[in-house]
């Protein structure tokens, strides 16, 4: 019986870009899974149907990303759907998109560093969400001005950080010139209480004058030193060898003179 069945526990959330699976243990023996979606307006939306798995996909039951929802994960028997008994069933935490769901990381598109001035270029995450023509909606579409994007930079091997903030895709700062720099990009919602800062994108650096010693400085430090102890040990040795072969030489003379002598 429906009674019997256990109930799924540790519910959780996971939610990037709008993408969003719902998770919980454990793995069912003998009953199968349901997923109910309840929104504060909206229908009740069922995924998963009679599922053996512990995740499920419900992106598509949250596309009004302001409402705030339930999950209903019901133990259930397939030869029992159609009973009008109600089965046991777990309830999630609640959960809003707009204000729960991860930003994710920036992709750099184009950088450059002329003269005094740092160029980088990105473009918005995507999400599974898409327009009336077919084209995915960015992050941008969706939080309008409630998004904005942070630039970190700093000197190449200096931990002194620098940022500045744009609601565009582009980021020109002043730069001292003639030196590397490295940056990153990340999205930011100042509204939010939890979950304001987004993923970073990836740190990439600049190589403005980047020459064969910048590359491989610890190597061609290494040669170097390496070959200034060969020098100073050479420089102690030979004087001394060379003293020894005289000392050598001269007493292998001496002794040949005395030799001849005696004859």
């Not at 992709?107 to 450059?112: C, L, P």
């Not at 304001?196 to 190589?207: A, Y």
């Amino acid at each position: 019986g429906y009674e019997e069945l256990p109930k799924a526990v540790n519910i959780t959330w996971s939610s990037i870009n709008f993408k969003t699976i719902l998770q919980w243990q454990p793995k069912p023996s003998g009953y199968f899974y349901t997923v109910e979606i309840h929104g504060q307006t909206s229908d009740v939306k069922r995924k998963c149907i009679l599922t053996s798995e512990t995740e499920c996909d419900v992106t598509d039951a949250l596309r009004n990303v302001k409402q705030t929802y339930t999950a209903h994960i019901l133990s259930v028997m397939p030869a029992e759907m159609d009973n009008f008994e109600e089965p046991p069933f777990a309830v999630s935490e609640k959960f809003t998109p707009y204000s729960q769901t991860v930003i994710g990381k920036p992709e750099i598109k184009h950088y450059s560093q002329e003269g005094s001035k740092l160029n980088v270029v990105f473009k918005d995450p995507l999400t599974p969400y898409i327009f009336p023509n077919g084209s995915f909606q960015s992050i941008q579409d969706i939080y309008q001005d409630d998004l904005e994007y942070k630039l970190y930079y700093w000197k190449d091997q200096s931990s002194g950080k620098k940022d500045v903030t744009t609601k565009n895709h582009k980021f020109e700062v002043s730069v001292d010139s003639g030196k590397n720099y490295c940056f990153y990009v990340q999205g930011i919602i100042p509204s939010r209480r939890e979950n304001r800062n987004g993923q970073e994108s990836t740190v990439l650096c600049t190589g403005v004058g980047r020459n064969i010693l910048d590359e491989y400085a610890t190597e061609v430090f290494i040669i170097i030193a390496v070959i200034a102890v060969a020098v100073i040990t050479l420089a102690i040795v030979l004087p001394v060898v060379l003293c020894k072969r005289k000392k050598a030489k001269k007493a292998r003379t001496v002794r040949e003179k005395e030799l001849l002598n005696g004859v």
